[in-house]
């Protein structure tokens, strides 16, 4: 007869890493996000062999107190919502606090951090989720996070990942996107040592596209704005001699936070409709404002699904916007 047991801690975490940690890029999604989230102005990002032996996230933001450093590991440990009613009037990349505990359950972490204006940083070795070292140290103001080894002790999970070159493109794609949707934030991505990107971060979306997506794809790029009830879109289009053979400079956010959607997509492209050649394909990056209620960010665990509430609103306004 099969008997029914209750998992232990150690195997919860492990199955809720799944949901939020699929691969290196979404390390490098959480952490930078995280590093934003705690103001920073300045994030350098380090992936090694596609992210698998390394991702290393360096920011100049607000620091960890060292007495709450133990606490940012548990599970639904955040400080950036206190109860139900905050959920609400969330307005911060992240909020459910699972990312930290859900990572260090599946790597080895080491955390370096120290809070602005403390005497001294601190230094915590986290191993299977379990904080096996902390000590104080001399360090900058701010946070690295050194993420070593993901998957090591789930090896079902390891044996899932691509080879290096598609987790090390997956990264890239991740702190590309964060980058972009956060012009004022500056943002170095290095991969095994050599500099893939780097974004002044002054505050300018034209500076952001063209340090990202390259002069071609910025010299195409005519901006665009509009506005309708209680939703707003600003950003880039191109113009329709710059189709492209495929939808990989499409980027969309929804109040700053990167997304993707079909419905925008296909505003975007009916908009096109008689000035692209078929299976050409417009180029876009799309800054949506929507007011707190027309949207729910909270239907996907990466949070890179929305729902809107009235869809036909926001399809209209983009569509007639572009
Ligand atoms: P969440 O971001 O959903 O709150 P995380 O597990 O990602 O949950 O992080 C837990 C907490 O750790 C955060 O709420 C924040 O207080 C702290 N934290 C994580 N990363 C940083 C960072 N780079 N700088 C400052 N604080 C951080
Ligand atoms: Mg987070």
Not at 66 to 74: D, I, N, S, Y
């Amino acid at each position: 007869m099969a008997t029914i047991a209750v998992l232990d801690q150690n195997t919860i975490d492990k199955i809720a890493a799944g949901e939020v940690v699929e691969r290196p890029a979404s390390v490098v999604k959480e952490l930078v996000e995280n590093a934003m989230d705690a103001g920073a102005t300045a994030i350098t990002v380090e992936i090694r062999d596609g992210g698998i032996s390394l991702v290393r996230i360096t920011d100049n933001g607000s620091g960890i107190p060292a007495e709450q450093v133990p606490l940012a590991f548990l599970r639904h440990a955040t400080s950036k919502l206190h109860d139900a009613q905050g959920l609400e009037a969330i307005g911060r990349m992240g909020f459910r606090g699972e990312a930290l505990a859900a990572i260090a359950a599946v790597s080895r972490i080491e955390l370096i951090t120290r809070e602005k204006g403390a005497a001294e940083g601190v230094r915590v070795v986290v191993q299977a989720g379990d904080i096996i070292d902390m000590s104080p140290i001399g360090c900058p103001e701010g946070t690295s996070i050194t993420v070593r080894d993901i998957f090591h002790n789930t090896p079902a999970r390891l044996k899932f990942l691509k080879s290096d070159r598609s987790e090390a493109s997956a990264c890239i794609s991740a702190a590309l996107h964060c980058a972009l949707g956060r012009p004022e934030v500056s943002v170095r991505l290095k991969r095994d040592g050599e500099e893939v990107f780097f974004t002044p971060g002054d505050g300018r979306a034209e500076s952001e596209v063209y340090a990202l997506l390259g002069r071609e794809t910025a010299r195409g790029m005519l901006p665009v704005s509009g506005k309708g009830e209680s939703m707003a879109v600003t950003g880039f289009t191109s113009s329709p001699a710059f189709g492209r053979g495929n939808r990989a400079n499409q980027h969309f956010y929804c109040n700053g936070r990167y997304i993707k959607s079909v419905l925008l997509q296909s505003a975007v492209e009916q908009a096109y409709r008689n000035t692209l050649l078929t299976g050409k394909f417009p180029s876009c990056v799309l800054y949506l404002e929507l007011s707190r209620g027309a949207v729910d960010v909270n239907v996907h665990p990466a949070k890179t699904e929305v729902k809107f509430s009235d869809e036909k609103k926001v399809f209209d306004l983009v569509y007639q916007t572009v």
